[in-house]
């Protein structure tokens, strides 16, 4: 067990204001793994003074200087990229395979993005007798999750520090560690001190603290739809820009022409990744009524195969969570094809990757982030009937086509209300930007549509 007492602040590892600590807790095996501060509101005051302290040398730092660190920081990712993984392992539970290739593989990708990008960009642009500036937004507030630790911090870093703002991060309490790596790496890079800082600690407290305080220009959340309805409401009262990342119910759709096995196959192993915890997870599976029996025996066997492969979700609140779904679905009269709510294994918050056939719209399981290995199964009439049924929640965040032809797929996903579609499982692009429709969040990160996210303009007229 390591204890730590300190929060990396003003370039710097130096000592919380408060005494009050969180246990970090490894998912497999329940055993406390280390301890980090929590942080207070007097700890995010100082992190966003030096914040703020920093913003004019950074702001005014040639971009490709800064595309130079940020470049230095993809390299540190890569070189410490063992120890990034272990650490995400020992606090989430991801399989260490899973946690190499996508934990710590997409960061890496991410950050070699917008050094790219921070050298590329058009900060200065001429409209007519005007010449544009893009100026960064300021001292950034971020606040993150713990279902990819260190990608969603890296996924708002990165465009921010590439911008020219500077950064105060509050990592989700279950993951401290990862974060804690990260500021590691942001030092070893060399970025200036106060460029970013890091502030661990509870939401209520240290969270709701970055998102009120009053030298924070813009609050970038990802997390529940919840927290995000009260920091948009904060950022509104306050006229402070804000991003949401909030939750998904995404669709994956299998037109009656796909590859039924091949869709079935990437659908369920799509759910099951990271136990589940992925905000863009296709969680309910629409299979025309001809197809339907055929497509939940595949969706069953898949998710059983799944069986030892899968690490265990964050908490034992999380487990509860989704174990109080899994139960909900039963009562409502869906049928339990794989899994269920009890308990695989003696340790650890392991859950069932689990099936459910014959589930309808009105039901929860088809409606509610369930933020677990659970997938849900639905039958459609015709192509009209599996587009209400796909746009029939109140989140848009990603989802799936498949169908023989691609443009027969496409046609379709141009009709679905919801940031991003794979067409027959296309692959993951980090220039490619993420956000929702609907209650899925405001904003968009990675590309250059989440660099701009962290820009405002400013019009010299000639
Ligand atoms: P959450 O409570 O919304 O947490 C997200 C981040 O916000 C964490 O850093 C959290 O700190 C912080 N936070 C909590 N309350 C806050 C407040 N009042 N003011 C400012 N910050 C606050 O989400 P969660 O508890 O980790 O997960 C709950 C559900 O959120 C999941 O079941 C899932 O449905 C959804 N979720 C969505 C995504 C996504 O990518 N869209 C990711 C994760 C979770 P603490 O860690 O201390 O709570
Ligand atoms: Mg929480």
Redesign the pocket.
Known sequence: MKAHDDLYLDGAWRPAAGRDTIDVVNPADEQVIARVPAGTAEDVDAAVRAARAALPGWAATPPAERAARLGALRDVLVARGEEFAATVTAELGSPLAFSQAVHVGAPVAVAGSYAELAAEYDFEEKVGNSVVHHEPVGVVGA?????YPLH?IVAKAAPALAAGCTVVL?????TPLTARLFAAAVHEAGLPAGVFNLVTG???VA??A??EHPEVDLVS????T???R??GALAGAAVKRVAL????KSANVILPSADLAKAVGVGVANVMANSGQT?SAWTRMLVHRDRYDEAVQLAASAAAKYGERIGPVVSAR?RD?VRGHIERGTAEGARLVAGGPDAPREKGWFVHPTVFADVTEDMAIAQE?I?GPVLSVLRYEDEEDALRIANGTVYGLAGAVWAAEESEAVAFARRMDTGQVDINGGRFNPLAPFGGYKQSGVGRELGRHGLAEYLQTKSLQF
Do not use: D, H, Y
């Open positions: 606040i993150t999750p713990w279902n969603q509050k990592p989700a309490e279950n509870l939401g209520p969270g709701q970055l998102a959340f990802t997390g529940s919840a927290v995000g009260r920091i990342e909030l939750g998904g905000c999380q969570r982030e933020f």
